[in-house]
């Protein structure tokens, strides 16, 4: 090799060194959290994962987790969710209130009126973009699950209102 190519063997070292060193000093924060839950072990996945600031639940059903009683009632069933996912958003410095995104599955539609009172009360005022479908759970006495993204921070933040004609 001559002195030129070491030169530059010796400068891309440098640079891949000092790239990889400020990748380090921006990287972010990630936390997989599980709660003992046999099946997040059995089927591989975390109840939620933070990024930085960003919260992604997996899809939350409405049992009790220090009973283990779950109602037979949908709306009841969608109450405990919402509690669950409050919990489990508090204990990363999060809350309902940062919630920016909402998947809510309903398997029967006559549930629909009284999961969305539910759904709407403890939305109220944090307006989420949201989808709401009905499709089978996978266990029948599921009747219903929700899923949410979170901001930390965002229920704190400043919000603008907006009314477009579409």
């Known amino acids: 090799m001559t002195s030129a190519t070491n030169?530059?063997?010796?400068?891309?070292?440098?640079?891949?060194?000092?790239?990889?060193?400020?990748?380090?000093?921006i990287m972010v924060k990630i936390s997989k959290i599980k709660t003992g839950n046999p099946f997040e072990e059995k089927e591989s996945f975390s109840?939620?994962?933070?990024?930085?600031?960003?919260?992604?639940?997996s899809?939350?059903?409405?049992?009790?987790?220090?009973?283990?009683?779950?109602?037979d009632l949908?709306?009841?069933q969608a109450a405990q969710a919402f509690d669950n996912i409050d919990a489990a958003l508090r204990a990363v410095g999060s809350c309902l209130a940062d919630v920016v995104?909402?998947?809510?599955?309903?398997?029967?539609?006559?549930?629909?009126?009284a999961v969305m009172a539910v759904v709407g009360e403890r939305f109220r005022g944090i307006d989420p973009a949201s989808?709401?479908?009905c499709a089978p759970l996978a266990l029948d006495y599921l009747k219903f699950e929700l899923e949410v993204t979170a901001y930390r921070g965002a229920g704190s933040s400043d919000v603008e209102w907006l009314t477009v004609t579409l």
């Not at 109840?47 to 639940?57: H, P, Q």
């Not at 995104?101 to 009126?113: E, K, L, M, Q, Y």
């Open 74 to 76: 949908a709306h009841e």
């Open 101 to 113: 995104r909402s998947r809510v599955t309903i398997p029967d539609a006559g549930d629909v009126p």
């Open 131 to 133: 989808t709401v479908i």
């Open 47 to 57: 109840r939620m994962v933070a990024v930085g600031d960003w919260i992604f639940t």
């Open 59 to 71: 899809n939350t059903a409405g049992r009790n987790p220090r009973t283990k009683h779950m109602s």
């Open 7 to 25: 030169r530059s063997a010796a400068g891309w070292r440098a640079h891949v060194s000092a790239s990889l060193s400020k990748r380090n000093e």
